[in-house]
Structure formats: structure tokens, C-alpha cells
């Protein structure tokens, strides 16, 4: 089973950007289809970004379409969730989230779809 590790979380002010990176150990990372997904307080952790194992396909929640963009790098284990024109309401928790490709149908939007999660990183969004 692959482990996660979040990183590039931070505080930014509304119409900032960051960028996120996962980077993945114990698997055969090109294998995995991998998620997005955050939770705020109070909330249910929910779906943002999916990617394909070998990137050729991606999917995003309305919420985040067009403002945030995900990609992979197979050599590097990595993946990337680069979000702009961030608002308020992006905060939360984001989470990074794998599955065998072969192990579920495309695509992977629930949080029990997915088999190994990373711990989390912070992203505040300031108005």
C-alpha cells in the first residue's frame, strides 16, 4: 500500500494561489489513480480533483473548476493540485488520496473509494 505525504499548504489571501504536492513511497505509483479531496470544520471531507494513473484524464468538483489544476509526475512519485484565484471558502484541510487503478471503476469521487490517504495540509484562505 503507497504512503502519502502532503506538503505546500499555507495562508493566503483571497485571489492568491498555492501549490500542493503528495509525494508517494511504498507502490508502484504510476498504478494508482490519485485524489484530491478537503474537509473544513464541521464539514464531510469532500471530492476536489482526480487523476488518472498516467494523467490522461482528470476531473474536478464545479466548485474548483477553472481555478484549480491537477497533474502528476510519474518519475518524481508526485502529485500536484495547483490552485488559483483562491476564496475564502477553500478553506480546509486538503487531503491526498490513491487507489489501484484496477480496483475500482473510473472515476473515484467518494473518500471510500480510496485506499491509502496522506495526513493533511492546512490551506487558509483570508477575505
Known amino acids: 500500500q503507497v504512503q502519502l505525504v502532503e506538503s505546500g499548504g499555507g495562508l493566503v489571501q483571497a485571489g492568491g494561489s498555492l501549490r500542493l504536492s503528495c509525494q508517494a513511497s511504498?507502490?508502484?505509483?504510476?498504478?494508482?489513480?490519485m485524489g484530491w479531496f478537503r474537509q473544513a470544520p464541521g464539514k464531510e471531507r469532500e471530492f476536489v480533483s482526480l487523476i488518472r494513473m498516467s494523467g490522461g484524464s482528470t476531473l474536478y468538483d464545479d466548485s474548483v473548476k477553472g481555478r484549480f489544476t491537477i497533474s502528476r509526475d510519474n518519475v518524481k512519485n508526485t502529485v500536484y493540485l495547483q490552485m488559483n484565484s483562491l476564496k475564502p471558502e477553500d478553506t480546509a484541510v486538503y487531503y491526498c488520496?490513491?487507489?489501484?487503478?484496477?480496483?475500482?471503476?473510473?472515476?473515484?469521487?467518494?473518500?471510500?473509494?480510496?485506499?491509502?490517504w496522506g495526513q493533511g495540509t492546512q490551506v487558509t484562505v483570508t477575505s
Open positions: 511504498g507502490g508502484d505509483f504510476s498504478t494508482y489513480n
Open positions: 488520496a490513491a487507489v489501484p487503478f484496477y480496483r475500482r471503476n473510473w472515476p473515484q469521487v467518494r473518500p471510500s473509494e480510496f485506499d491509502s
